[in-house]
């Protein structure tokens, strides 16, 4: 059975900062893993989309990589900003049970003006 | 070009009641799913449907829940008889394909059961 973790659970950081964000997945068998965000209310939107196949997805200031075989996946926030004050969701697409993705708990991150 | 729109936002009902829950995906959009998100817990897959199919119901509790995608129209997943565990955020996303492309969320409906 997928399970998706996300460490750490809450962040915060002065603004400028660096940042990387955990996930790991017990099951390598995927088809895809999105990296979301969610303000407070809201639902979710989409940052990131790695297929399988590759090892990393950028755009702007986010930076994400896969490694499969590990099970793991980092989401890299640089020059951080108040703006990004948001939990981040990782979620796995399952093989075999396309388009059911797992989600992790998230990381509830907090930047500091 | 529009999202995924849901509605409503707000849902009170009580103990008993029927709960309608909306959602229109995005245009072009044929594959939609149901989250629910329960207060201090993850996002947990409820169905997924591809017009007027259902393909995967796994999430979805056996007994009041039920979901539907037709040929026109919204998809709307029905809660008969809701309890006070019901209470949580539902959330609609859509596709353009089942595994290549990224899921669009709607804002959810959040339902309360008093």
């Known amino acids: 059975k997928q399970e998706v973790t996300q460490i750490p659970a809450a962040l915060s950081v002065p603004e400028g900062e660096n940042l990387v964000l955990n996930c790991s997945f017990t099951d390598s068998a995927i088809y895809n893993l999105q990296w979301f965000r969610q303000d407070p209310g809201k639902g979710l939107t989409s940052l990131l989309l790695?297929?399988?196949?590759?090892r990393e997805q950028t755009s702007g200031r986010l930076n994400a990589s896969l490694d499969k075989s590990s099970g793991r996946s980092t989401l890299y926030i640089a020059a951080s900003q108040p703006g990004d004050s948001a939990t981040y969701l990782c979620?796995?697409?399952?093989?075999?049970?396309?388009?059911?993705?797992?989600f992790g708990q998230g990381t509830e991150l907090s930047v500091k003006p | 070009n529009a999202g995924v729109m849901q509605n409503p936002r707000h849902l009170v009902r009580r103990r008993g009641q029927e709960a309608r829950l909306r959602c229109s995906p995005m245009?072009?959009?044929?594959?939609v799913y149901w989250y629910r998100q329960l207060p201090e817990e993850g996002l947990k897959f409820m169905v997924y449907?591809?017009?007027?199919?259902?393909?995967?119901e796994s999430g979805m509790p056996k007994e009041r829940f039920s979901a539907e995608f037709p040929k026109e129209g919204p998809s709307i997943l029905r809660i008969q008889q809701v309890v006070r565990g019901d209470s949580a955020a539902y959330f609609c996303?859509?596709?353009?394909?089942?595994?290549?492309?990224?899921?669009?969320f709607g804002n959810g409906t959040r339902l309360t059961v008093t």
């Open positions: 979620a796995v697409s399952v093989y075999n049970q396309g388009g059911k993705l797992i």
């Open positions: 449907l591809q017009k007027e199919n259902i393909i995967d």
């Open positions: 790695i297929q399988s196949s590759q």
């Open positions: 996303a859509s596709s353009l394909d089942r595994v290549n492309s990224p899921l669009h």
């Open positions: 245009k072009g959009h044929s594959h």
